[in-house]
């Protein structure tokens, strides 16, 4: 069975920088787009980045220029780098893998990223 291990989070200041990691096991890695969201508390699930099976990328429009999804295939591992962190960056953030031929979704279990001075 599918399993996303998130790792990385934090407590850290305005402006500061961090990268959290997403290690899958139990799956075709190159069979899946991968993408993180967040939930920040009293907020729905939103999307923040995705990366496809090829390399393609997309983010929400608040995190355009600060963060950076990026894949590495042989490691069956996802990483966003997050730059410029804001205070309104704090959440919960969540490792998801969906599967390109059924849409399956799975999801890890989250890591807390905090962002304040």
């Known amino acids: 069975q599918v399993q996303l291990v998130e790792s990385g989070g934090g407590l850290l200041q305005p402006g500061g920088s961090l990268r959290l990691s997403c290690a899958a096991s139990?799956?075709?890695?190159?069979?899946?787009?991968m993408a993180w969201y967040r939930q920040a508390p009293g907020k729905q699930r939103e999307l923040v980045a995705a990366v496809g099976f090829g390399g393609s990328t997309n983010y929400a429009d608040s995190v355009k220029g600060r963060f950076t999804i990026s894949r590495d295939n042989a490691k069956s591992t996802v990483y966003p780098q997050m730059n410029s962190l804001r205070p309104e960056d704090t959440a919960v953030y969540y490792c998801?893998?969906?599967?390109?031929?059924?849409?399956?979704?799975?999801w890890g279990q989250g890591t807390q990223v905090t962002v304040s001075s």
């Open positions: 139990g799956m075709i890695f190159t069979m899946y787009a």
């Open positions: 998801n893998a969906k599967h390109i031929m059924t849409s399956l979704d799975s």
